[in-house]
């Protein structure tokens, strides 16, 4: 792998993707989460499909929700401020994502918000609850250095995991809660890693070095997808890869603008973003755990990216509504 200007391409996909949203479309930004909720009656039982996503469609960038099936979107934060990088609590009561510096969570049930944290960075996937529910961990600007900290769902403990790092290219948690995967760049080094750490901050180690982002773990905690521009081919192409907790890299679906990868709960599916060169719109695509059957969720004029799944089962709000018979 080439090992010139790692960290710049990512800030290069981040701020371009971002500028594109800004100036191309009116209706934009996006990041999803995934959900699958079962509702069950005296007569029947049906099982429904949800995302959360970002899109400006109201104005500035805000979050929504919608039925996979149905696609009517329910806008869940104000329209009027900047929103994204959601994530849902295990139990899918809640949604933490980052707004204008600020780490918030939105009550699906009672629809109000309460910030949790500041100085958070915008970015994509900079923002992740536990798979148990205990912590958040998300990207921070403090103390001169851009690094991952955790913190309690009240807003207590807040804890830092990781040092020296000028920029974070996404974060993910294992699905025991014990570990947080990312992408990082350490100041002075040429190259972005995907390091794996322990949610005290413990037991660090790198995984893969070069010009690598956004990485997510599987659910079964076997597998790490990542993008990377340049991982075994020599065109600025983003490609999405899997690898194992050893550092064995392939290949494993996409083509020259796949972005943002993001398991579903089971493990079943990934979503991930795409860019068509020919309209100039981004999409949330949805895929097989094989690599095979992609579909387009969003298929919206709006750009929609950054993706992350729900837990299994969500209550029925106002935000997620049931169609299926």
Known sequence: MARTDKHSYFQLLSFV???????VFAPANNSLAWSQRTMTSTSNKKTCSFIAFVSNRDGENAIFIMEVNNKEAYRVTDPTVDSGSPSWSPDGRYIAFQSESNAYIFDLQNNSRRKLADTVIGGFNVLAWSPNGKLIAFASWRGG??????????GSNLRRVTYGHRAIFGL??????????????????????INIVA?????????????????TWSPDSKW????????????????????DLSGNVVKYFGNSNSHLPSWS??????????FDPHTGNYDIYMIGSNGLNPRNLT???????????????VPETNFTRCSAS
């Open 299 to 313: 298929d919206h004029p709006s750009a929609d990216w950054d993706s992350s799944w729900s837990p299994k089962s």
């Open 224 to 243: 790490i997808v990542f993008v990377s521009e340049d991982y075994g081919v020599n065109e600025v192409f983003t490609i999405i890869y899997r690898s």
């Open 265 to 274: 709960f089971d493990g079943s599916y990934l979503s991930f973003t795409e």
């Open 17 to 23: 993707l971002g500028l594109t949203l800004l100036l």
């Open 145 to 154: 250095d851009v690094d991952i900290y955790t913190i309690n769902p009240d």
């Open 199 to 215: 949610a005290d901050g413990s037991k660090e180690r790198t995984l893969i070095e070069g010009n690598v982002g956004y990485p």
């Open 172 to 193: 993910s948690w294992s699905s025991d809660s014990q570990e947080i995967v990312y992408s990082g760049s350490l100041s002075g080094e040429p190259d972005n890693q």
